[in-house]
T-cell receptor
């Protein structure tokens, strides 16, 4: 079975703090893809990053970084020096080549307090 | 330019009615999708469609049907609307065809459907 778990339902941090959003996935496929999306209060869904199962290299994009560890089936997302504009719901998602299915986690609502 | 657009943005209707939501993408993508997001923000894929294959999530009632006049459009038609259909519906698109699951999706702004 395919599944994505985001155990943190809501997180609040004070501006400039670092915050890590956890994502744990389950899949039996050897080839799969992991994604993060951001949904700000305005409601649209914005793509942040894609990772395939063969690329465990961590990635940094400005204040955002992602840590992919196959050994723990995790794909965590860290925001450094958080800003109020980072306040949003963040979704982790999983897909595989079999069945063209996508599985989203339940999302983590991040509030950055000024 | 809007990449993925949906109309209408808001839709309020009564139980039992039939309604459609339109979606258009100008990204040249081969695959389009419909998602339902409930009041708890849970996102669930309903359909994925390209010119070769329609994949339906088995939990979607057959009152919901996707209709694609061409590669750039995937409309969602809903028959006999029920209270439980109230949600935000998102259209999305991605590159690829049979391998579309390997690519990121680009989402429309969403349509908030309220059934009274």
């Amino acid at each position: 079975a395919q599944k994505v778990t985001q155990a943190q339902t809501e997180i609040s941090v004070v501006e400039k703090e670092d915050v890590t959003l956890d994502c744990v996935y389950e899949t039996r496929d050897t080839t799969y893809y992991l994604f993060w999306y951001k949904q700000p209060p305005s409601g649209e869904l914005v793509f942040l990053i894609r990772r395939n199962s063969f690329d465990e290299q961590n990635e940094i994009s400005g204040r955002y970084s992602w840590n992919f560890q196959k050994s723990t089936s995790s794909f965590n997302f860290t925001i450094t020096a958080s800003q109020v504009v980072d306040s949003a719901v963040y979704f982790c998602a999983l897909s595989s080549n079999t069945g063209n299915q996508f599985y989203f986690g339940t999302g983590t609502s991040l509030t950055v307090i000024p | 330019d809007t990449a993925v657009s949906q109309t209408p943005k808001y839709l309020v209707t009564q139980m039992g009615n039939d309604k459609s939501i339109k979606c258009e993408q100008n990204l040249g993508h081969d695959t389009m999708y419909w998602y339902k997001q409930d009041s708890k923000k849970f996102l669930k894929i309903m359909f994925s469609y390209n010119n070769k294959e329609l994949i339906i999530n088995e939990t979607v009632p057959n009152r919901f049907s996707p209709k694609s006049p061409d590669k750039a459009h995937l409309n969602l038609h809903i028959n006999s609307l029920e209270l439980g259909d109230s949600a935000v519906y998102f259209c999305a698109s991605s590159r690829g065809s049979l391998d579309s699951s390997s690519y990121e999706q680009y989402f429309g702004p969403g349509t908030r459907l309220t059934v009274t």
